[in-house]
């Protein structure tokens, strides 16, 4: 997803910077091309051969290297980089450049880029929350610099506590949050519906299906991806939430209904991918219903529509799209849900055919529109929610020129 993109790693003299050789392999994975520029306090933690063999890129340490006689080197990093990102970042980097001061190439390379930059601190807890480091981050964020939170945990010096550098696979997902996609949806706030829905019994049981979540937080992750607002209503899933997503995490339909009517107004795309129950208990019981002899019977009734309920305050330029699973007629079943819940949009798949479906990495979708039908074939779930986001965001930029 990095293909033709440059992209400027800085490493600092912290333990953490172990973990940047991770980074830039994965990078490298992407089809970046990896520059990597290293204090000398740095290559005392890792040797610049080893980033060197992970990005067939001499690494830069020295501003006065021999090497770069005809190359005004850290002008031209910083021209050719579509995204810096300093990783670990230590509290004497992070003093530097909030002040403006470039005494070695990192530095220098860091005030000269006009790039996207992203600064990830590592430090000790007491460090990290020392008022002046707390104010230099806060100028850099006043900067357009992005920082990335640092992790809680057992810290390397023993003590406990926030300060861990993240590891390289977040990293590596704010990366393609930054400059994966264009951002054709920046500016528009998307709603998306992900995993099962729990309906309780009694305090140990429930009712619940075999949604796994993956699609909705393709969907989610995608939107991210492309610039958009995104909020992500989930049921209980195994999923790590995509980063710069506001995750709201819920249980029952109930729950469910009641995150996404707070946000569906103001939402310019809502998908509904989420798995809701139809059906939840008449009565949930206080205590464990404990076994006996001969049957049981567990009463049901009609969870809320939810969305029947989005359409009754959907805004004109809204578009909505929903999801049919099905196990047989499934473009009569799909475009009769899309009529009845007066949906832009449907994608429907069957539970039958092989590579679609719950928990797999990949899905097959059918596309239905009022006016059309398009067969996607059977793609990744996030190149899935890619062509879904596609269709629905050609569809919001016709709106838009129709009431302009």
Do not use: W
Not at 140 to 147: H, S
Not at 160 to 185: N, T
Not at 251 to 257: I, V
Not at 320 to 345: Q, V
């Amino acid at each position: 997803m990095l293909k033709d993109k440059t992209i400027v790693l800085g490493v600092t003299g912290g333990i953490a910077a172990y973990k940047s050789a991770y980074l830039a392999s994965a990078l490298k994975k992407q089809h970046a091309n990896v520059h990597v520029v290293m204090t000398r306090h740095a290559t005392e933690f890792i040797s610049h051969l080893t980033f060197e063999t992970l990005t067939n890129n001499r690494v830069t340490v020295e501003m006065f290297d021999r090497h770069f006689e005809y190359d005004v080197k850290h002008i031209s990093l910083a021209k050719a980089a579509d995204l810096m990102i300093v990783a670990p970042a230590t509290a004497n980097f992070i003093a530097k450049a909030a002040n403006g001061i470039a005494d070695d190439m990192l530095s220098t390379v860091f005030l000269a880029a006009k790039c996207t930059r992203l600064v990830v601190p590592a430090m000790n807890t007491a460090m990290y929350e020392n008022p002046a480091t707390q104010d230099n981050m806060a100028r850099l964020a006043g900067y357009g610099v992005k920082i990335i939170e640092p992790a809680t945990g057992l810290l390397a010096c023993g003590d406990e506590g926030k300060g861990k550098m993240p590891e390289p696979e977040e990293l590596l997902e704010h990366i393609l949050m930054e400059c994966a996609c264009d951002k054709d949806l920046e500016g528009l706030k998307v709603l998306v519906t992900a995993g099962p829905t729990q309906e309780a019994i009694d305090p140990v049981r429930y009712i619940t299906n075999h949604s796994s979540g993956k699609m909705g937080y393709a969907l989610a992750r995608a939107a991210r991806m492309r610039g958009a607002e995104v909020v992500l209503v989930s049921g209980q899933t195994a999923l790590t939430a995509p980063a710069g997503v506001t995750v709201i995490n819920v249980r029952s339909s109930q729950e469910m209904h009641d995150a996404v009517m707070e946000h569906a107004e103001s939402s310019d795309m809502i998908f509904k991918a989420a798995a809701v129950a139809d059906y939840t208990p008449l009565t949930v019981a206080d205590q464990k219903i404990k076994k006996k002899d001969g049957e049981m019977v567990i009463e049901l009734k009609r969870t809320a529509d939810i969305l029947g309920d989005i359409a009754k305050v959907r805004r004109d330029d809204q578009i909505i799209c929903g999801f049919s699973m099905e196990t047989e007629n499934l473009i009569e079943n799909s475009r009769s849900k899309l009529e009845r819940k007066s949906l832009d949009l449907i994608c429907a798949n069957s539970l039958r055919t092989e590579g679609a479906g719950f928990k797999g990495d990949t899905n097959i979708i059918t596309i239905i529109t009022k006016d059309s039908i398009t067969e996607l074939g059977k793609l990744s779930k996030l190149e899935t929610a890619q062509r879904i986001i596609d269709v629905a965001s050609q569809m919001h930029m016709v709106r838009e020129e129709r009431s302009k």
